[in-house]
């Protein structure tokens, strides 16, 4: 279980984001619905802010991704190729006494509805064995409700990717290695969710398929295929990077952007899935999980940390399945590949040949397919290798935002206390968002309200802002209220209309105080520069 002291850590930031307007409960007029939450004005910025930033760095930073926006509902046939239908499942147990339904793997940490102060164990009800529950929520597309119009809400953005694979290549004038990027909703009906919106049944995610050549053409083309340190930025991609290099670039490129967004290393921990519990195609997989405050912790006393995203070599199976269940190839052709096997000596041809062979053979009997048709698909698909075809493997960046919103703000939330001259001391609440991220970019404010020539500079200041950035104007209160108002919204500069700023000190006509929100610095910049001094430190 996490430390009791730190569920005060969540308590107090589930609060904040209540009465701050970051999160709220779905429906909450009704008594809520369990697993769906809303974000309020602030969280809608937070979450905008956050995807945009994925998205500019994911696609339009970059030469090698484009994006796509696909539809939620789409045909079944795709998650029968992608084996949601048959096994995308969470193990379920009840219990027979409190008539509890729980995930099998999470018995300990649940609560028992008979007595929800109380774990489960604390029931001591007899549990009925673990029953495999598919996660994805079912619907029916026409007016007919019969198992022919079933359809499913995605579970995953990624799959769509693969579906339009060829739509996009032959669009895109994009060529292996390149990458599809998408974000947008997804939906798992979760046995039980939990810890706030971090296990949600509707969340948004943010996923990149990156197609590679298959580790065989890159040795054709180049000889031999990079060797990569296992730790570390590989640095700029490489013409003779295999998969394990790829993988770790798209690792470490993702460490870069959340420490960009504020999330520096040592808020972060990295679990290297074990052979055991990668599935069978995938080569390797890292998870990047952030120390939310509900983590448990290792024998150190350390926080062990919570999945935000996971980093996937999937080899070639997405494309293949997709490939084998709609009867459309999914292969390209690589001229160079062509060009350079022609040229190989026999032995490394044989060699290549055999290596390409035997993991596509693999791949098809592990996916039903009989061996002896295994083996001629095999030798077809090897044969193609030898002309410059072949099937592109992929490497998976799939990262949830609601999930990252919830670090952020975990990450950000810190309190100061005063005490007055009477021994009174007041605790306020600071969100050290990154600029970046920061909902609200700017405070504005006019030192005050009933002073007209202040306010009209004050509104005129928020106006030549607001083309470029979130910005909050507020008279109300004392001034220091209203820096704690945008402390407690996580707004990174403050900028005050003074008498100054009227030309009482001629020489500060037309400047403005920015106040820094982390420490309260303040500094006097004109008006005319305020843009380009924002600019850079919010981009
Ligand atoms: P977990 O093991 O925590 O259930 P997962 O490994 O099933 O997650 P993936 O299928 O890899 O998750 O999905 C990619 C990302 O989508 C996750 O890293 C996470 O950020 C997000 N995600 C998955 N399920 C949920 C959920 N129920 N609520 C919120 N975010 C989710």
């Known amino acids: 279980m996490a430390d009791p002291k730190e569920n005060v850590q969540m308590e107090k930031i589930v609060s904040l984001c209540k009465r701050r307007g970051f999160i709220f409960q779905s429906s909450e007029i009704y008594g809520g619905i369990n697993g769906f939450w809303d974000y309020g004005p602030l969280g809608a910025e937070l979450k905008r802010n956050v995807k945009e930033l994925w998205w500019h760095a994911m696609t339009r930073q970059r030469e090698d991704v484009v994006g796509l926006e ?4 789409m ?51 007899e549990k009925t064995a673990p029953r495999a529950f598919n996660l994805m929520f079912q619907t029916f597309v026409g007016p007919v409700q019969d198992d022919s119009a079933i359809a499913y809400l995605r579970p995953e953005t990624a799959q769509a990717i693969f579906a339009q694979f060829k739509n996009v290549l032959e669009t895109s004038r994009q060529k292996v290695p390149f990458g599809i990027a998408q974000t947008g909703k997804a939906f798992r009906n979760e046995v039980t969710p939990r810890n706030y919106t971090f296990r949600s049944r509707e969340f948004e995610q943010m ?32 013409s003779n990077w295999g998969w394990q290099a790829w993988h770790q670039y798209w690792v470490e490129e993702r460490v870069r952007f959340y420490e960009g967004i504020g999330l520096n290393r040592t808020t972060l921990a990295f679990h290297r899935q074990t052979p055991e519990e990668l599935a069978h195609y995938a080569r390797a997989c890292v998870d990047i999980l952030f120390k939310f405050p509900f983590s448990k912790r290792d024998e150190q006393g350390e926080l062990k940390g919570e999945e935000l995203e996971g980093i996937a070599a999937r080899s070639d199976f997405d494309l293949s399945q997709h490939a084998r269940f709609s009867g459309k190839p999914m292969g390209v052709f690589d001229d160079e590949l062509r060009a350079a096997w022609g040229k190989l000596p ?22 039903g397919v009989a061996p002896e048709a295994a083996a001629k698909q095999a030798t077809e698909d090897a044969n193609g290798l030898a002309k410059g075809q072949y099937v592109p493997h992929v490497i998976e960046p799939s990262a949830g935002v609601d999930r990252l919103i919830l670090a952020l703000i975990a990450n950000a939330y810190s309190e100061t206390s005063k005490t007055d001259e009477k021994g009174k001391t007041e605790t306020n ?21 009933n002073k007209p020539e202040l306010v009209a500079k004050a509104l005129a200041v928020r106006d030549l802002l607001r083309p470029w950035m979130n910005v909050y104007y507020d008279d109300g209160g004392s001034i220091g209220r209203r820096y704690a108002r945008q402390d407690e919204a996580g707004t990174p500069f403050c900028v005050t209309i003074d008498f100054d700023s009227l030309g009482e000190k001629p020489e500060l006509l037309n400047t403005v105080t920015i106040r820094h929100r982390d420490d309260g610095r303040q500094e006097r910049v ?11 430190q919010i981009r």
């Not at 004109?526 to 850079?536: F, G, H, R």
């Open 75 to 125: 045909s079944p046939a795709i998650w029968k190729a992608s084996g949601h239908v048959d096994t995308f499942s969470d193990p379920m147990i009840d219990c027979k006494t409190c008539k509890g339904r729980f995930r099998a793997d999470q018995t300990d940490e649940i609560p028992c509805p008979q007595k929800p102060s109380k774990c489960v164990n604390d029931c001591h009800g």
């Open 346 to 367: 026999k032995e490394k041809s044989d060699d290549l040949w055999r290596r390409y062979y035997d993991n596509r053979k693999r791949y098809l009997e592990k996916s």
């Open 207 to 238: 996923e990149l398929e990156f197609f590679i050549k298959p580790d065989e053409a890159v040795e054709a083309i180049h000889g031999s295929v990079a060797s990569v340190p296992t730790t570390g930025h590989p640095g700029e991609p490489q």
């Open 526 to 536: 004109a008006i005319s520069d305020l843009v380009n001094w924002l600019l850079p």
């Open 429 to 449: 609440v600071v969100l050290r968002f990154h600029p970046r991220v920061a909902p609200i970019k700017v405070g504005v404010l006019p030192l005050l309200k």
């Open 70 to 73: 696909a539809t939620i509902i």
